[in-house]
T-cell receptor, first 113, second 114 residues
Framework: DQQVKQNSPSLSVQEGRISILNCDYT??????FLWYKKYPAEGPTFLIS?????DKNEDGRFTVFLNKSAKHLSLHIVPSQPGDSAVYFC????????????FGQGTILTVHP | DAGVIQSPRHEVTEMGQEVTLRCKPI?????LFWYRQTMMRGLELLIY????????DSGMPEDRFSAKMPNASFSTLKIQPSEPRDSAVYFC????????????FGPGTRLTVL
């Protein structure tokens, strides 16, 4: 079974600085990870993903890093903007059921102007 | 496209009543997912369908919960009878074939069972 943990419930960052959100997982067999962003009163939206054949994936201001030996991934947002303020969920996909995502508890990011 | 549509957006009911949540996925998407979000358990998958067929319902908490997908454009999640611990936000999501992990979520239904 897979567990995905986001140990920081919240993060506060100044506009223009880097935001780093962290996620740990337990099962190395499940090799595809995603980040979702969620605004209040809306459903989560897909942000970026990474598979275990890569260490890094970039999309504009968003970069995800995967450290397989530490079973750890992180999402970097550079530069951070007030509109990035949201809840960020780390999720893992894998195993025998395609599409079966396991989500972390989420980290509330607040970017101050 | 209008995105995934869920109704109602809010539902308040009394313990013991039947509750039906509805979802219209994005047209052309092959996968449909039902999730529940609570403070205690976070966001958890209840059941998902592929081409209207239930594939994995291992997340459905009890027999009081049932889900159907009679056609490609409609799904329901029913709770009968409802209990206060069922209070949560229920999300429906859909995804196209080949991108089943990159799911498009609806706005959710906030259910309160008194």
């Amino acid at each position: 079974d897979q567990q995905v943990k986001q140990n920081s419930p919240s993060l506060s960052v100044q506009e223009g600085r880097i935001s780093i959100l962290n996620c740990d997982y337990t099962n190395s067999m499940f090799d595809y990870f995603l980040w979702y962003k969620k605004y209040p009163a809306e459903g989560p939206t897909f942000l970026i993903s990474i598979s275990s054949i890569k260490d890094k994936n970039e999309d504009g201001r968003f970069t995800v890093f995967l450290n397989k030996s530490a079973k750890h991934l992180s999402l970097h947002i550079v530069p951070s903007q007030p509109g990035d303020s949201a809840v960020y969920f780390c999720a893992n996909a894998g195993g025998t059921s395609y599409g079966k995502l396991t989500f972390g508890q989420g980290t509330i990011l607040t970017v101050h102007p | 496209d209008a995105g995934v549509i869920q109704s109602p957006r809010h539902e308040v009911t009394e313990m013991g009543q039947e509750v039906t949540l509805r979802c219209k996925p994005i047209s052309g998407h092959d996968y449909l997912f039902w999730y529940r979000q609570t403070m205690m358990r976070g966001l958890e998958l209840l059941i998902y369908f592929n081409n209207n067929v239930p594939i994995d319902d291992s997340g459905m908490p009890e027999d009081r919960f049932s889900a159907k997908m009679p056609n490609a454009s409609f799904s329901t999640l029913k709770i009968q009878p409802s209990e206060p611990r069922d209070s949560a936000v229920y999300f429906c999501a859909s995804s196209p074939w080949g991108s089943y992990n990159e799911q498009f979520f609806g706005p959710g239904t906030r259910l309160t069972v008194l």
